[in-house]
């Protein structure tokens, strides 16, 4: 099965701290690279986590707040600097259009690369991009300023051909593809085997939603239902619920419930306060709603 893993190099608020690095995260799925979100030193990370600069293609910020996209300048200065020569584009709400033009701009002239800005409606849960492996759509999110989450779905696989009933019935290689789209093959004597008898059903498309930042926001449901990983911004513990609320953010709590009731596989909580030495207890106040619940950590790579 292909590899689609979600690496982990910030999951930190608004504050700096020596904890935790500011928002990003970066989609492996078929050797091809998909960020989420850019805050300050996301590059430093990439370094770290040995991820390939000339893999990324696509950047998808969730709103015009500073931890989620001070990155960027440095991030395309240094695509430039390696010689990138294949576009870039970032999905971002309309809002960061003249920050992304302004950094180009100023500081990006005469790149060898064009990076191209595709802006995204964070009022509805709509296709915001797809290419051969992967399906993309924005999730509405309730946040100070417009703000919204991604969904990434994973394109179907044919189904896998059974070899011993191809080479049992000798089955010529032109009509593989055919029987991989779902046709029946019929042999040369005119009897029709069918298709289920050549076939294996493909492993199901999997499926990964990035929720922050937001307050709770049950509206979200039947987007994120049943995803095999949810990540769901947890930035306060229940002791600080009324500035969560003030502040449209989450508890480690909200997000546990709004794992439970979406069904969902696995949840990874993030976006910490700065306020919290230790995560301990957001991590036990999310288990006792959702127990399939871990902390996301700096360096992290999991497997979807």
């Keep these: 099965m292909a590899d689609f893993n979600v690496n982990i190099l910030g999951c930190g608020s608004a504050l700096p701290t020596t904890r935790h690095a500011a928002s990003s995260q970066v989609i492996d799925l078929r050797d091809k690279l998909y960020m989420i979100d850019c805050g300050e030193g996301t590059q430093?990370?990439?370094?770290?986590?040995?991820?390939?600069?000339?893999?990324?293609?696509?950047?998808f910020i969730t709103h015009a707040h500073g931890?989620?996209?001070?990155?960027?300048?440095?991030l395309i200065s240094t695509l430039g600097m390696l010689g990138r020569n294949g576009d870039l584009t970032i999905h971002a709400p309309s809002e960061l259009k003249e920050y992304i033009q302004t950094i180009v701009k100023l500081f990006c002239q005469g790149m060898p690369y064009f990076v191209r800005f595709n802006p995204v409606n964070t009022n509805e849960y709509s296709l915001?991009?797809?290419?051969?492996?992967?399906s993309v759509y924005s999730i509405p999110l309730k946040h100070r300023i417009p703000c919204c989450g991604y969904l990434f779905v994973e394109k179907q696989r044919e189904?896998?051909?059974?070899?011993?009933?191809?080479?049992?019935y000798q089955i010529p290689v032109r009509a593989i593809q055919c029987i991989k789209q779902g046709a029946d093959y019929v042999t040369p004597e005119g009897k029709t085997i069918p298709n289920a008898w050549l076939t294996r059903p493909a492993t199901p498309a999997r499926r990964y939603a990035y929720c922050s930042d937001t307050g709770y926001f049950p509206k979200i449901l039947p987007y994120i239902h049943q995803v095999d990983l949810l990540y769901h911004e947890a930035t306060f513990a229940e002791a600080d619920a009324a500035r969560?609320?003030?502040?449209f953010h989450s508890t480690a709590k909200q997000a546990a419930t709004i794992a439970r009731d979406a069904e969902v596989k696995r949840l990874l909580i993030g976006h910490y306060s700065a306020r919290y030495e230790e995560l301990t207890p957001l991590l036990d106040e999310a288990k006792s709603v959702f127990p399939q619940t871990c902390l996301a950590?700096?360096?992290?790579?999991?497997?979807i």
């Design 44 to 59: 430093v990370q990439m370094r770290r986590m040995h991820i390939k600069f000339a893999r990324l293609n696509h950047i």
């Design 67 to 74: 931890d989620h996209c001070f990155g960027i300048p440095g």
């Design 128 to 134: 915001v991009m797809e290419d051969r492996s992967v």
């Design 159 to 168: 189904p896998h051909i059974i070899r011993e009933m191809i080479d049992f």
């Design 244 to 247: 969560a609320y003030e502040t």
């Design 297 to 303: 950590q700096e360096g992290m790579s999991l497997s």
